[in-house]
């Protein structure tokens, strides 16, 4: 690990000052798309602030280095991510929601109504002003937001330490290929070095990506023409004759073409066979030879469901539970897979404890594994002081769990470029136990793992800048304290000027009842879970995947096991659209222009064509604001 001299810095006082300028103007903007459509700015603000940064400093005669461009960048993802469910204090509010909806008060646990058990350090009491002031700013608000604050500090802690231990795992031992950093770096090194050849790349995708944007995005939201529907075009009328209950579509959002350009083919062909076993041919089997084992299925479908709704459909009737015993399964296969190289990393982590500090990449393990387990532990505790919830169980989910989950996501990401979920994993653990309150369902032990692999992707763009992996930590944790910090400010403002949900946020009308219906059917357990189905997703899952690494390394056959897992978590349209743009790559576009050259374009390509959709979608948004900057009453 005494590398430290291959990398250069990358957060300086210029960095930082864009940094901290782009989080004042694009977090807020965020928080309220989020509240109006349920999107973010995510890529589109992170690009614009990368190229007016760029073009800035070259007006004043200066240049900003390709280290501090990455660092520019991935910073911004992080800020222009954020959205409201991603600041603490949001969950208060809709806690408040929740308690005086009628709706909820016909749940109940051991016959009393839900609201009367929600504790005051979730929620003030049902008597008290904070419902009517709406500001964050309330001596009653105090409790939650320190629980909130607590938990969060703790996720950080330990998301950062896995961060660390994974990034050397898998970029520095294992050395995966991490498809979509690729297109971070070349993105950044076009903006900084400007080569004319992948200039002139980069422009024409960029002009292809801004026209298609205008056509997809702009237009319909502009003019009210829709040319090409979003987020995808359903085929599911062609196929509900033959396989009634089968999802299928091609994607019409430019994320998954663009992406795909850089997917390996054997990991497309696996997310393809992934997702149409699944969502095609595994819904239409369930409802055609297995009405018995899922009932609710069978009685709920009815011809003519559109893509929307088969997938809101089968997802809580039919893959609940399978999806969360697939992705355990890959956990364990991964972490076999892996075994040697965790080792490896482990010991590499020891002797650099013996070198130089002035040398060293990471801070020693001693330090990683002290502040992984303090941050995992402690959330167990700390839930079990709370909540009551048997300590063993959260903390064999925050200490063991997030090991497993972390793993098996990074080498998904860095396998494929896309990362795997366990949805409603501590719902379901909650569910097999005896547990018999509200608070422990709604509130949860940290669970490391779920954004580490995300970040490790950004260290990837890091290793191939040569940007020092310690500055992105750095800008990691700058960019996560101001957004929660502006995010609070936000929030706070949004809600004082009008109720949250209302019509001025028109997307947490329909979310907070989905949500809302969603925790009281699963904290009174009116959603069936099968044991058995769980455990054997689980090895069913494991299975498949050593059949496929198998399958890739002893005959040679274009198949990821991590893939396949990602593929089961993918519905059909992105899937399709993945699996097409991998092909056009790596089959047509590499012969086309030569195996060479196009392997060291098609990031570039790929990064022109997401930024000219960022930057239409960016301005359309900016379109949004202005038209909702008037009054808002009565709401």
Known sequence: MGAAAQFERGLTWRALLVLLLGAALVVPASIYLSMLAGGTLAGAAAFIIAVLASQLALTFGESLSKQE??????????????????????????????????????????????????????????????????????????????????????????????????????????RLPFPFSRIDAMLVETLAERRPERVKYFMAALTAGAIYGAFVVAL?????????????LDLTPLTEPYLPGAMLGVATDLAPWAGGFVVPLEAAVSILIGSLATWGFGNWFALRYAPDVFPEWASEYRPGMSIALIWQRSMFRVWFAPQIGVALGLAMAMVMRFR????????????AMREPRASRVYPPLTALLAMYFAGTSCSALLHWSLTGF?????????????????????????????????????????????????????????????????????????????????????????????????????????????????????????????????????VTRSIRIDPQLLLNSAGAGALAVAAFEVARTRFGLPLSGPGLVVGIMTLTPYAASVFLASLISNLALSRALGKERWGEMKAVVAAGLMAGYGIVAGLTIAALFIAKSSWLWPW
């Open 69 to 174: 461009l990455l660092i520019i960048y991935e910073a911004s993802s992080v800020i222009a991510s954020a959205n409201a469910a991603g600041i603490g204090f949001y969950w208060i509010i809709f806690r408040m929601f929740y308690v005086k909806n009628p709706i909820t008060w016909s749940y109940a646990i051991d016959g009393v109504p839900i609201p009367l058990r929600v504790p005051s350090w979730l929620a003030p009491p049902l008597d008290s002003p904070a419902y009517y002031a709406r500001t964050l700013f309330h001596p009653d608000l105090l409790a939650p937001e320190l629980v909130y604050l607590a938990f969060t500090a703790l996720y950080v802690l330990a998301e950062l330490a896995m961060l660390m231990l994974l990034s050397y795992t898998f970029l520095e031992v294992e």
């Open 220 to 232: 319909p939201y502009a003019g009210g023409i829709t040319f090409i529907p979003l987020p995808w």
């Open 390 to 522: 048997p300590l063993w169980i959260s903390l064999l989910y925050s200490v063991a769990l997030s090991f497993l989950v972390g793993v098996a996501s990074t080498a998904a990401i860095g396998e494929t470029g896309f990362s795997i979920s366990l949805p409603y994993l501590w719902h379901t653990i909650v569910y097999f136990s005896d547990y018999r309150d509200y608070p422990g369902w709604v509130i949860m032990p940290v669970l490391a793992g779920t954004q580490s692999p995300s970040l490790t992707n950004m260290m990837s763009a890091a290793y191939l800048t040569r940007t020092r992996p310690m500055d992105l930590v750095k800008a990691i944790i700058i960019a996560f304290v101001v957004t929660q910090a502006l995010g609070i400010l936000a929030l706070d403002l949004f809600w004082r000027i009008a109720p949250i949900p209302s019509s001025a946020y028109p997307f947490t009308l329909f979310d907070w009842a989905r949500v809302a219906i969603g925790d009281s059917l699963l």
């Open 340 to 351: 040697k190289s965790i080792a490896k990393a482990f010991a590499a982590f020891v002797r």
